[in-house]
């Protein structure tokens, strides 16, 4: 048990130690967060990233059933246009539990030009 304990703690240091180099700042937008009636975000934040808007959150199933969806992103300009848009996996939840974290990247020319990002669980394909 204190070996497996040990090397989840040295796994979540480096993976903390990556990602910490790889994310700037923290943007001041606001995240609007819609949940589905089978899946709940909890929350949602949006880091300055190398090449534009990093998105990372935790996500929890309501019930037993809901397996299928994925998460859509959206970065908004002050206008309303779209800047940029990714699709997020939906993480593996198992039955004890029932969360999960998810990060996706948007490609955005000027991060500064980004007034709202919205996630959003959707049950089904984006057409």
């Given amino acids: ?21 790889a994310m700037g700042p923290e943007l001041t937008v606001p995240v609007s967060k819609t949940s589905s ?24 199933r309501r019930g ?9 992103v959206e970065a908004l300009a002050s206008s309303g246009t779209v800047l940029g848009q990714a699709d997020a996996r939906l993480p ?3 039955v004890r539990h029932r969360s999960g ?5 948007l490609q955005v020319a000027d991060v500064a030009e980004v007034a709202k990002i919205t996630v959003e669980v959707k049950a089904v394909p984006d057409a």
């Fill in 64 to 72: 037993y059933g809901a397996r299928g969806g994925h998460i859509h």
């Fill in 37 to 60: 009636d089978r899946f709940t975000i909890r929350w949602a934040h949006a880091y300055q990233g190398k090449r534009g808007v990093e998105i990372w959150g935790l996500v929890s």
């Fill in 92 to 94: 593996m939840m198992g």
């Fill in 1 to 21: 048990m204190t070996g497996r304990f040990s090397r989840f703690t040295a796994g979540m240091a480096t993976l903390m130690l990556i990602s910490g180099c």
């Fill in 101 to 105: 974290s998810f990060g996706t990247r």
